[in-house]
């Protein structure tokens, strides 16, 4: 997960008009793609401003998605392909973040441990909200998986990334209690909605 800290001056400060204006060409032109690639994110405002949070689309077209005031944090789920900018609310001047004008996420690691020889292996995935319905499901999926492709000598552990959703501690408990999971895998409607998942081709 990146802590991404806006720094307290102003890109757009001290520019020519001319310099101003060709900055936000340069950024309309970048555009977020396609990926499959996600990263968690925490954009943390440490200045005295108050910040917006922008997202560039698949357009390239600026999207805000939340405003920061002094101290505040903000996590969200996006991918490695989109990219932010961020400005001052009050004066619209962009920011810099990490020395750069454009920031984009970066790779998520550790994600996954494999260890062959203590026969384990742990995984963790990212909800795509807070809130999401659909952890545990997605987290038995993935167990699932695992255990078909997998020599049976391996113990799976599959759990949620820490801080990434508000029950956590609840689904990580369930997915890893075998005899919870086995009583669901043998559910035929949960089963098949888990190999519809798995069979799943759809574009994220």
Not at 36 to 64: A, C, E, H, M, P
Not at 181 to 204: D, F, T, W, Y
């Amino acid at each position: 997960m990146d802590d991404v800290n806006p720094a307290g001056h102003a890109a757009d400060e001290g520019r020519h008009p001319d310099q101003a204006v060709q900055l936000q060409q340069q950024q309309q032109v970048i555009r977020s793609l396609r990926s499959r690639q996600r990263s968690y994110v925490r954009f943390v405002n440490r200045t005295q401003r108050t910040v917006d949070v922008i997202w560039l689309d698949y357009n390239g077209v600026r999207q805000k998605y939340k405003t920061l005031i002094p101290g505040e944090a903000f996590k969200v789920n996006t991918f490695v392909t989109h990219p932010w900018i961020f400005r001052d609310a009050e004066t619209t001047a962009t920011l810099l973040v990490n020395s750069e004008e454009v920031f984009y996420p970066k790779v998520e690691e550790k994600q996954c441990e494999v260890s062959d020889v203590e026969n384990t292996v742990m995984v963790h995935f990212t909800p795509t909200i807070p809130h999401c319905s659909m952890a545990s499901l997605i987290g038995l999926s993935i167990r699932l998986k695992l255990l078909q492709a997998l020599p049976p000598r391996f113990k799976v552990d599959v759990r949620i990334t820490p801080g990434t959703h508000a029950s956590e501690h609840a689904i990580n408990k369930q997915l890893n209690d075998k005899e919870r999971v086995a009583a669901a895998l043998e559910n035929p409607h949960l089963l098949e909605v888990i190999n519809k998942c798995l069979n799943s081709r759809g574009q994220a």
